[in-house]
């Protein structure tokens, strides 16, 4: 299964990504947390289209699970620290064989993750309206 390997591969450049992009929050360098950020959506984005092409060879379907959750975008330390158990439980069930809840975890990753993304793009538009 060349394909899992992939998978595994994004989520760990996914998760390396993101403890980046932490220590760049904690040190206040916002331009470089957005780029190790905007990594890790792109490394979950792959992730999710490798599910695609497995979940379509093996004729597997997820279209019963399609959650829309909602995301506490203010506490920018505790959705990083969510998503990075999201992706450590990922790549558990994926090398486990759990195909289906390793696609769960790593969908609900990339909803938090663009949804910190969508509320940092937010702010800063706000801050360039206030110049």
Request: charged share 30%.
């Given at each position: 299964?060349?394909?899992?390997?992939?998978?595994?591969?994004?989520?760990?450049?996914?998760?390396?990504?993101?403890?980046?992009?932490?220590?760049?929050?904690?040190?206040?360098?916002?331009?470089?947390?957005?780029?190790?950020?905007?990594h890790v959506a792109a490394?979950?984005?792959?992730?999710?289209?490798?599910?695609?092409?497995?979940?379509?060879?093996?004729?597997?379907?997820?279209?019963?699970?399609?959650?829309?959750?909602?995301?506490?975008k203010d506490n920018i330390?505790?959705?990083?620290?969510?998503?990075?158990?999201?992706?450590?439980?990922?790549?558990?069930?994926?090398?486990?064989?759990?195909?289906?809840?390793?696609?769960?975890?790593?969908?609900?990753?990339?909803?938090?993750?663009?949804?910190?993304?969508?509320?940092?793009?937010?702010?800063?538009?706000?801050?360039?309206?206030?110049?």
């Amino acid at each position: 299964m060349a394909t899992n390997h992939k998978i595994l591969k994004a989520l760990e450049s996914a998760a390396n990504y993101l403890e980046k992009s932490a220590s760049a929050l904690g040190s206040g360098d916002e331009n470089s947390f957005t780029k190790h950020f905007w990594h890790v959506a792109a490394e979950l984005e792959y992730a999710l289209f490798m599910f695609s092409l497995i979940f379509q060879e093996e004729n597997i379907d997820k279209s019963k699970w399609k959650p829309n959750p909602d995301v506490k975008k203010d506490n920018i330390n505790g959705v990083l620290t969510e998503v990075y158990s999201l992706l450590d439980n990922a790549k558990k069930s994926l090398t486990s064989g759990k195909l289906l809840d390793a696609y769960k975890g790593v969908y609900l990753a990339r909803h938090r993750v663009f949804a910190v993304e969508e509320n940092l793009a937010k702010k800063k538009r706000e801050r360039s309206k206030g110049k």
